[in-house]
């Protein structure tokens, strides 16, 4: 059939030209400029003891955070969808304030906050709980920056429940607690490990709102965007570049991941609407 | 009568009500609410004066300044970009189009240090055209260009994104039948396509540029950190609080927290608009097509 619309082949090549200089080659000429080591010389700085020590900082923290935010964020986005009470709808939009707020103000502001000054700290302080400029800040300030994930990744997918599946169970006789484990779970469950991976990857990468909590202390509390700075820093650039690389395929393996768990959602959804047919 | 025990089976009892509820606000209000109130607290810690005096310096001054002009050169290359891609994208078939799909949010899934660094490579004095430049006296890292250039990278996605589904769920009837008619490509992209897409663009537009104007890591990497030249409003923050200058800090930051609510309230306020407009065309669409 011949195409009746218009402007296939300039929108199309503009979209490829555009996205080829700006992604594309840039990237590419990462994986260029680390081609100068060895793989040898690559392997020694991408396991060297600060580094690793890094990726634990990294990975512990954004774990740890997605986590709490898989948990909460369940409750938060059950609640918003399922239950009303007075200022919903501002408390709905507060929930994207780590999209809109620049990173930076997030990170002097959680510092102040949890320092054993400040008004929340000054609170934790004599529990022996110290959490700026210690491991704990970073996965508080990692937590507040992937808060929105979870919760936005849920919601739609909650409002789509049928009422009619948890009568059904519940008409069978299932307690309440059944009928969330057996049947609504296993339903947004997909959404769930979604929100979880966006949130950890966004944690991953996350550097101006962890820098001014974390104390960044070599091994301890330094995490490896950070480092990759230090690198710079000393004009090691090829140093930086190995661990650019390293973070890079992180990067792309958690993308692999999210697309794997859309594909599985969206799958499971048609299988579903073929049994009903 | 049975539809009220079915009712009754579909939610939790009224203990748990409240203690999810409980559990979810507190959560929020610990995690969004302190921290909000926390920014614009601290810049008035020593008072009016402090606060002006902080926002009133030179130098941030400048560094707001900048920041405005770097997203408002940026922002326009995108928005092309992103009506571009999904004009291909939604409107005709190709193969590769879900592989164009994942590409276009990859800049999304990279650390902003990452993106910073990969324009270090090739434009620093070490980099692919770095001695070229250097021959030909051009400056772009350290520098207003890569700065520009950076938030490009990490803007790139957000408009793109917002339109490629709501365009395919247009589908083309529309600007078929406004080609049949006769008009030529450009009257069917701005009296058809463009009112179409107005608000999830907007949508776009708006949380690309919180983006441009809130990026730190990248432009950290390719800024300077030069005072009154090219440092930004968000850099500005960092350096002034690194001095101890915790008013001078906050002060700055409290403009940045203002434009993020700025930004929540025009991003709910468009979010209303489209949804009002989807109603709108359902209730147009004649029955046997609403589903």
């Not at chain 2, 592989?99 to 990279?110: E, G, R, V």
Request: charged share 15%.
């Amino acid at each position: 059939m011949k195409r009746v619309l218009p402007g296939f082949g300039l929108s199309l090549g503009f979209t490829l030209v555009y996205l080829s200089l700006l992604v594309l080659l840039p990237l590419s000429g990462l994986v260029f400029k680390s081609s100068a080591l060895s793989l040898g010389q690559f392997w020694d700085i991408a396991t060297g003891e600060r580094a690793l020590a890094s990726y634990r900082v990294s990975f512990g923290a954004s774990l740890l955070a997605a986590l709490i935010n898989a948990f909460f964020g369940l409750i938060v986005a059950w609640v918003l969808v399922r239950y009303s009470f007075p200022g919903k709808r501002f408390v709905d939009s507060l929930v994207d304030l780590p999209f809109a707020l620049p990173t930076a103000v997030a990170g002097i502001t959680l510092a102040t906050l949890y320092a054993d000054t400040g008004w929340i700290g000054r609170h934790l302080d004599p529990l022996g709980l110290k959490v700026a400029f210690t491991p704990l800040g970073i996965v508080v300030a990692l937590t507040f920056i992937g808060l929105p994930f979870v919760v936005r990744t849920l919601q739609p997918v909650i409002e789509d429940i049928e009422p009619e599946v948890e009568e059904a169970a519940a008409t069978l006789g299932a307690t309440r607690w059944q009928t969330f484990r057996r049947v609504l779970l296993p339903g947004i469950l997909p959404a769930l490990l979604t929100g979880f991976t966006l949130a950890f990857s966004r944690a991953i990468g996350e550097y101006g709102s962890v820098i001014f909590i974390a104390g960044n202390m070599p091994l301890i509390s330094e995490i490896t965007p950070l480092l990759i700075i230090s690198k710079l820093e000393q004009y090691d650039v090829i140093g930086a570049t190995a661990l650019a690389c390293v973070m890079l395929a992180i990067s792309f393996l958690l993308l692999l991941a999210v697309n794997g768990l859309q594909w599985w959602a969206a799958n499971r959804h048609r299988g579903k609407e073929g049994a009903l047919s | 009568m049975s539809h009220v025990v079915a009712r009754r089976a579909n939610t939790e009892p009224r203990w748990l009500r409240l203690t999810l509820t409980a559990v979810g606000l507190g959560f929020l209000f610990l995690f969004l609410a302190v921290p909000l109130v926390a920014v614009l607290f601290q810049g008035f810690a020593k008072g009016w004066r402090a606060y002006l005096d902080g926002l009133a310096h030179p130098d941030a001054l400048h560094a707001i300044g900048l920041t405005m002009f770097i997203a408002a050169v940026a922002l326009p290359f995108n928005i092309a970009f992103g009506v571009a891609a999904s004009w291909a994208v939604s409107k005709f078939d190709f193969r590769g189009k879900s592989l164009l799909i994942t590409l276009i949010d990859l800049p999304f899934a990279i650390s902003p240090v990452v993106a910073g660094l990969i324009f270090l490579l090739i434009f620093g004095a070490q980099g692919l055209f770095g001695p070229w430049l250097a021959e030909h006296d051009v400056k772009i890292v350290f520098a207003l260009p890569g700065m520009i250039i950076v938030t490009l990278f990490v803007t790139f996605p957000f408009v793109a994104r917002e339109l490629i589904p709501l365009m395919q769920a247009q589908g083309k009837d529309e600007e078929e039948a406004a080609v049949s008619l006769g008009a030529s490509g450009w009257q069917m992209f701005f009296r058809v396509t463009l009112p179409n897409i107005r608000w999830g663009l907007l949508y776009g537009v708006i949380l690309a540029n919180a983006r441009a104007m809130g990026e730190f890591g990248a432009v950290s990497v390719v800024s300077g950190h030069i005072r009154g030249e090219t440092n930004t409003l968000p850099l500005h923050v960092e350096i002034v609080y690194n001095e101890y200058n915790v008013v001078g800090a906050f002060a700055a930051a409290s403009v940045l927290a203002l434009l993020a609510l700025v930004t929540l309230a025009l991003k709910t306020l468009v979010e209303w608009k489209m949804r009002q407009e989807i109603r709108e065309q359902r209730a147009e669409l004649p029955p046997e097509r609403t589903e």
